[in-house]
């Protein structure tokens, strides 16, 4: 019971988590006013807070998982928690991961490794044959390459799409918002009439 309230204690201080990420998430427009002011101040505190970002995401999956599974506990989850929370930490949670490894091609690695371990489980068999383990190595890269292509492009344009700057400071500053109201006692879903 211990770790449920240890939970319930980290879920309901989210509005930390929100108003922070939201200003990781913002912070290239930080960038933007430094680079119009030329103020080594702000680049330098802009480059701190961009440091955040990548462990920002990863809490906000874990808070996301903690919710879920509170949600199935005999604790429950605390009032401050609602859907427009959830929406916000799995949003701010992918802007802030996805960012740093926009670049990062996991298929090629993925592929690598794989045709690696082919190859080794041959060996381990007792192939001892180089051509028959350079054969398996490359049909195994290429089918999981090949595969993996598809996902890759995908997401590839997502994190394109959601570390484009005008996103990421539109979901840096909705996320800024709903940790603020959830500081005072309200959310963003007292104001939206669908909710």
Not at 19 to 25: D, E, P, T
Request: aromatic share 12%; hydrophobic share 60%.
């Amino acid at each position: 019971m211990a770790l449920d309230d240890g939970l319930f204690l980290l879920v309901d201080l989210n509005f930390l988590l929100l108003i922070v990420g939201g200003c990781v998430a913002a912070s290239w427009l930080l960038i933007r006013l430094s680079s119009v002011s030329d103020s080594e101040e702000i680049v330098s505190l802009t480059e701190k807070v961009a440091l955040l970002g990548f462990p920002v995401g990863i809490i906000s999956f874990l808070m996301i998982g903690s919710a879920f599974y509170l949600n199935y506990q005999p604790i429950g989850l605390p009032s401050s928690f609602d859907i427009v929370t959830l929406i916000c930490l799995g949003v701010l949670g992918l802007v802030l991961i996805l960012r740093p490894i926009k670049n990062f091609r996991f298929g090629t690695f993925l592929s690598l490794a794989l045709g690696l371990l082919g190859a080794a489980v041959l060996v381990f068999l007792g192939a001892n044959q180089i051509k028959i383990m350079a054969g398996v190595f490359i049909i195994i890269f290429l089918l999981i390459y090949g595969s993996i292509r598809m996902i890759e492009d995908l997401y590839l344009l997502i994190a394109e799409l959601l570390s484009s700057p005008i996103i990421s400071v539109t979901i840096g500053v909705i996320c800024f918002i709903q940790g603020f109201l959830q500081m005072i006692g309200f959310s963003l879903a007292d104001f939206l009439f669908f909710l």
